[in-house]
């Protein structure tokens, strides 16, 4: 049993924790999920709780293979598996900080998590419909039946003024004749 627990356990595998800081939903990551290192999998979600000192953060423990090179580089973010919507963590390597993380006293390293893609398009596609309904709600009150029967009043007499514009401008014509003009 013992044989057993320690094959099956993955104990012969050497890891190392890290902690993942984000203030996003972490919506289907389980305990136990993939992580990822640059799409292969390194390693998996030990712990995933609340901070007690910050309640709007969640803390993610992940267990990473001991020989996986961690810089202060490195972000995490949710990736999704297909349309099981099953999360699992991705780490990338920005390479603009080589230092490699290690653990300070008493605590494990930390990684911050960035916003996915689908993050984003969510946020920004519900940004745009909020846009555009406020838009729509606007237009509407702009072609209200009161304010099409003003637009129609003001293009009619803008339509009479032009006219009347057209017509001083061709008198003016007649009275601005070369002969006239010398005359004046």
Avoid: C
């Avoid at 979600?45 to 090179?69: S, Y």
């Avoid at 709600?137 to 339509?159: C, D, F, G, K, Y």
């Avoid at 001083?168 to 010398?182: D, G, I, K, S, Y």
């Amino acid at each position: 049993a013992v044989g057993a627990l320690w094959w099956f356990g993955d104990s012969d595998e050497e890891t190392r924790d890290y902690l993942v800081v984000t203030t996003r939903t972490v919506s289907g990551l389980n305990v136990q999920g993939q992580v990822r290192y640059r799409g292969i999998r390194v390693g998996k979600v030990a712990d995933i709780r609340l901070d007690p000192n910050d309640v709007r953060k969640t803390l993610i423990r992940i267990a990473i293979d001991r020989d996986i090179p961690l810089t202060a580089g490195t972000r995490a973010e949710l990736g999704y598996q297909g349309v099981t919507g099953i999360a699992h963590v991705l780490l990338e390597d920005s390479g603009k900080d080589p230092v490699v993380l290690v653990k300070a006293e008493g605590q494990l390293p930390r990684i911050l998590m960035q916003d996915s893609l689908m993050q984003e398009l969510s946020e920004v596609g519900a940004e745009t419909m909020r846009n555009a309904r406020d838009f729509l709600a606007n237009a509407n009150q702009l072609l209200s039946p009161e304010n099409r029967r003003s637009i129609s009043n003001t293009l009619a007499s803008l339509e009479k003024t032009t006219n009347n514009a057209q017509e001083a401008t061709a008198q003016l014509r007649l009275l601005l004749t070369p002969e006239n003009v010398r005359l004046l």
